[in-house]
């Protein structure tokens, strides 16, 4: 069983910038972020493979950027311009399983963070 645990949530005003933190209790070849807000379902924000493929949900493209640190087993994503429709619970996402990043736009990944949240206000 991996573990993932998160941080870096928090309250931002609209325009601001964030970054999130997780850290995998083993090397895992995919890494990611979901989100869900109130009232939605739950959607891929960003996942990168640690050979490098990158996938971005549309609504965060030019915003958003994932990174890895593979050596710490650990995936970050800055997020800048900020806005109201930001806000959800995000969670980090992890799996062992070798499929291009843009896989889990379908099907979710293995393994769960326990959330933490991100308020943008108005």
């Known amino acids: 069983q991996v573990q993932l645990v998160e941080s870096g949530g928090g309250l931002v005003q609209a325009g601001g910038s964030l970054r999130l933190s997780c850290a995998a209790s083993?090397?895992?070849?995919?890494m990611g972020w979901y989100r869900q807000a109130p009232g939605k379902q739950r959607e891929l924000v960003a996942a990168?493979?640690?050979?490098?493929?990158?996938n971005y949900a549309d609504s965060v493209k030019g915003r958003f950027t994932i990174s890895r640190d593979n050596a710490k087993n650990m995936v970050s994503l800055q997020m800048n311009s900020l806005s109201p429709e930001d806000t959800a619970v995000y969670y980090c996402?992890?799996?062992?399983?070798?499929?291009?990043?843009?896989?889990?736009?379908?099907?979710?990944?293995?393994?769960w963070g326990s959330g933490t949240l991100v308020t943008v206000s108005s």
């Open positions: 990168l493979t640690s050979d490098g493929s990158t």
């Open positions: 083993e090397s895992i070849f995919t």
């Open positions: 996402a992890a799996d062992r399983r070798s499929y291009s990043s843009s896989y889990y736009e379908r099907a979710p990944m293995t393994y």
